[in-house]
């Protein structure tokens, strides 16, 4: 059987907390192969970026790992870039600086300045920010803040490109745009893509699987959906396309049907078990006025 | 033009901001325009005259053992005598000079190998004199209070057990009054200082040495404060990066804690003037301190005018400090979200 490209075995992750350890995660199993794209979907709160910051090595898992390419994953690199939710560019340099920052980092002595130039020129020209590279990041939109952490993300040549809610600040254009350039890019380079999202378009337009998350805490995966829709994929065509139609509707049901009745279930439990104490305290208080 | 990574906006960004507002002041209408410069001027200037007339008012009722409190008018007055006094001081050192110039000259062209003595001119300091003492001594203080704030703030951003260290010293210190540290720099700079052929008068030193210890505190504090709150985000982008340690504060800390070290430093200066002109009252700095305190010493009538001048002239020169500090902080700092005014 072949090495998957990204492997998680057995992941569980506690916090300490004033009242004990605190399980964010359980048990989280998934294998992922090379130039897959992978959406992490689930309702608030139930631990995907703490998913993301484990497989960047931000966080370290308390039980089992991450190997990626046979090696083990504990500490972050730029073989697993990320683009954060809040674009974490340098206010006081400009787009073409904050590439140019993790281009210097990763290619020092590998490439020449000439070289370098030209592949930060490259990338920027990738996410469409070629008329705007001089500008501090106070002077651009949000979405050109966005653009530019993507750029800066793939300048490092990452092995696996971890997104967490990259879109999520961002209008519906805007996001139409971005998402339309990330699948341009997918197809273009080829690389393996982790994204979180809210979005349940979103996530089944760009994915080759989706991967639901149960609720928090001590999250788990729910269930894994595979997204068979021929590429390159057009959102407007798909709006009428039954396949995509049921995709969506898996992916919801999982969300607002199983997951809510979970949560229905531990709060009629709760009123069951309020139910029987008061009966309870009646029948003893009956009991004692008969004696 | 780049430091440190920071591009400093070039001089050009002053120009753009005043051709930016000659724009907008000749695209408003004339009523606007005319609502503008009166609000403008004609608001501060009412201010300004209103304080005057009760100050003459107030003045003209209080009678001290010198005499009456110095109204406007009598400042004024005194304030032209003060640059009377400064003219006639250089006419007669020009004067000096150039007689002893001739002198030599004359000696020279009797006998080429007689001796020349060069004498200084050993007049009393004006008024203008003392204010620059009192300014390159707060510079000198400044500076070098500066110089050792703004790295031992960043060590003790950098690792909490310095801060931890540090921290206690800090809170002890720094409420200290200059007055009361005066004394033992004093004691220790006479016991330090010995040499025959001395660079720095011992006044100056006092001075400058008192100011050092009051006004490096707000810098330190802010600057550690700067170094602390490097945003998260930031420095998951340097994890990911793999940034060495040099690296990381080089590039990404350093940076991120210069508005923070500009409020610290602005802090500083505005402490620094304060102290200095009480600390160079009791060191005897030939500064405005002295002027200010010989006056009060010699009990003229003019006395109080003069003082009067002085505090008005202390307080300007502040303004003017702090402005300065302002437009620097302006031209470094990348924070937008902070107002500075």
Known sequence: MAIPHLELTGVSIDFPSPQGPFRALQNINLKIDQGEFISVIGHSGCGKSTVLNIVAGLYQATKGGVILDGKEVNEPGPERAVVFQNHSLMPWLSAYQNVELAVKCVFKGKKTKAEMKQWIEHNLSLVHMEHAMHKRPDEISGGMKQRVGIARALAMEPT???????????????????????????????????????????????????????????????????????????????????????????????????????????????????????????????GEKAA | MEINGITMKSANSIFDRIASSIKSVREMDPKQLAS???????????????????????????DTSLGKFPGPAEVWTQTSNLVDEHNNVRAKEAAFYERQRKRNEEKLAGDPNAEVTWRDYTGKETFFDQIWTSLYTVMTGFLLASLIAIPTGIMIGLSSTLYMAVNPLIQIFKPVSPLAWLPLVTMVVSALYVSDEPIFAKSFLNSMFTVLLCCMWPTLINTAVGVVGVSKDLNNVSKVLRLNWWTHVRKIVLPSAIPMMFTGLRLSLAIAWMVLIAAEMLAQNPGLGKFVWDEFQNGSSNSLG?????????????????RSMLMLQRFVSWDKSMVLR
């Open chain 2, 306 to 322: 003069r003082i009067m001048a002085a505090v008005l002239v202390i307080g300007f020169i502040g303004f003017l400090l702090d």
């Open chain 1, 160 to 286: 696996i490109l971890l997104m967490d809610e990259p879109f999520g600040a961002l209008d519906a254009l805007t996001r139409a745009h971005l998402q339309d350039s990330l699948m341009d890019i997918h197809t273009e380079l080829g690389n393996t893509v982790i994204m979180i999202t809210h979005d349940v378009d979103e996530a089944v337009l760009l994915s080759d699987r989706i991967v639901m998350m149960t609720n928090g805490p001590a999250a788990t995966i729910g269930d894994v959906l595979s997204v068979e829709l021929q590429r390159p994929r057009n959102r407007v065509a798909l709006a009428d396309d039954a396949r995509y139609n049921h995709y969506r509707h898996e992916v919801l049901s999982f969300l607002y049907e199983k997951m809510n009745k979970q949560k229905k279930d531990t709060v009629n439990n709760k009123k069951d078990e309020r139910e029987n104490l008061v009966r309870l305290e009646k029948r003893k208080r009956k």
């Open chain 2, 36 to 62: 503008v410069i009166i609000k403008g001027t004609l608001v501060p200037l009412t201010g300004i005259v209103a304080f005057l007339v009760i100050w003459q008012l107030g003045a003209s009722r209080i």
